[in-house]
């Protein structure tokens, strides 16, 4: 069900509100870009710092747009299984193609927690589920066996791994064949497909959407010294894009394109100024200025 290359879009600030003019045109730019859809509040998207009405006010911008060929997904994940069960079917019936469900941070739970989780998000909601599998923030990893469990659950029908674990990747690809597998981690983006993964879920896609869809298109073709020169590009800006905590250097760069006002919310602050320069050395590097 999801293939391609996802945007994990990020949310942009004017004077401590949602700049819903702004979030408009990026959404725009990613659907000209050609990517196969967009992630609204993921950790990109700055998710801990939206409130509920702010997300559905993203969405209301966002779903218009929405096609065939472009789908809106949402970030309803949380630490807490209630909160994730009731954020969930309060944005299904709003028309979007899926959830990206973050494993349970900071509380630890077990592999049997984890399953329960989202067994329990599952029962009680109807929409696609998406599992985001990202232990450099929560401080807890999905085994392959839950993972295995979890996909014959109905509706749990992809994950994002952001381990940039090869092995792991692989080992979930020969498990689960038809599942739907999604890199979260765009400097291994191309090793991942090789091991027979389905796409990415992109931070680099922010800035340069195309030039993320070209090698993705560019693998799926068997152009693979094409796909590797493009790989090059994106390997540098993944470098630049993870100076700083995400997403920090990425809306960075988008101020530097000026497309979006610089405005974070804390505890997120503005980029050290000597790794902006470092940011904008690349942006100018890889033709994007």
């Known amino acids: 069900m999801f293939k391609g290359v996802f945007t994990a879009i990020i949310t942009p600030f004017l004077n ?14 990613q659907k000209e ?21 702010e997300k559905e006010a993203l969405l209301n911008i966002a779903l218009p747009y929405k ?28 028309g979007i193609d899926g959830v990206l469900l973050v494993t349970p941070y900071y509380n630890k739970p077990t592999q049997d927690g ?4 989202y067994k329990e998000v599952h029962d009680n909601t109807s929409t ?30 992809s994950i ?14 020969n498990a689960l064949p038809e599942f739907s597998l999604l890199s979260g981690d765009d400097g291994s983006f191309l090793s991942f497909l090789a091991i027979g993964g389905d796409g990415c ?20 073709d068997s152009k693979t010294k094409e796909a590797m020169e493009h790989n090059k590009f994106v390997v540098e800006l993944t470098k630049a894009l993870f100076l700083e905590s995400n997403p920090i250097p990425v809306k960075t760069a988008l101020v ?8 974070f919310r804390l505890p997120l602050t503005k980029m050290n100024e000597l790794n902006r320069r470092m940011l904008r050395m690349t942006l100018r590097r890889v033709g994007l200025f």
């Open 16 to 29: 401590g509100e949602l700049d819903l003019v702004a979030f408009e045109n990026l959404v725009k730019e």
């Open 33 to 53: 870009g050609k990517v196969s859809g967009i992630v609204i509040s993921g950790t990109t998207g700055e998710s801990p710092n939206l409130t509920k009405s």
């Open 67 to 94: 096609d065939d060929s472009f789908k809106i997904i949402l970030g309803t994940g949380s630490n807490s299984t209630k909160n994730t069960v009731e954020e969930t079917k309060y944005f299904e019936n709003m």
């Open 114 to 117: 984890l399953y329960y989780h």
């Open 128 to 157: 696609p589920i998406i599992l985001y599998n990202v232990p450099g923030r929560t401080a807890v990893s999905l085994s392959l066996d839950t993972i295995i469990k979890l996909s014959n659950l109905e509706r749990v029908v």
């Open 160 to 173: 994002k791994d952001a381990t940039a674990n090869m092995l792991f990747a692989s080992e979930i690809r």
């Open 201 to 220: 879920i992109s931070v680099v896609s922010n800035v340069a959407p195309k030039l993320v869809v070209d090698m993705f298109n560019s693998f799926k």
């Open 256 to 263: 530097e394109l000026n497309k979006i006002s610089e405005e």
